[in-house]
Nanobody
């Protein structure tokens, strides 16, 4: 059974930083593309960042330069380091794992990030 468990969310002031983690089980982690997505209240879920099995990354324009996605295959974990956080970063952040040919993949339950003074 596949499980993706996010952690590291919380309340942070504007300009602060958070490091989100997603621990995966039930998959051969090193062959999966991993991603972070977020959904703000009243909005559609959107891509934040992805990292392929080969280590290639891509980022949404809104977080480019402020965020870094990385993976530790030995720990079956993907990370999202977020710096210079803004109120508009407030959302539930979800972890995703998929094969290159898979349209949907697997999802975690999400972790809340709130950026507020």
């Amino acid at each position: 059974q596949v499980h993706l468990v996010e952690s590291g969310g919380g309340l942070v002031q504007p300009g602060g930083s958070l490091r989100l983690s997603c621990a995966a089980s039930g998959i051969i982690f090193n062959i999966y593309t991993m991603g972070w997505y977020r959904q703000a209240q009243g909005k559609q879920r959107e891509l934040v960042a992805t990292i392929t099995s080969g280590g290639a990354t891509n980022y949404a324009d809104s977080v480019k330069g402020r965020s870094t996605i990385s993976r530790d295959n030995a720990r079956n974990t993907v990370y999202l380091q977020m710096n210079s956080l803004k109120p508009e970063d407030t959302a539930v952040y979800y972890c995703n794992a998929k094969r290159y040919w898979d349209a949907q993949g697997y999802w975690g339950q999400g972790t809340q990030v709130t950026v507020s003074s």
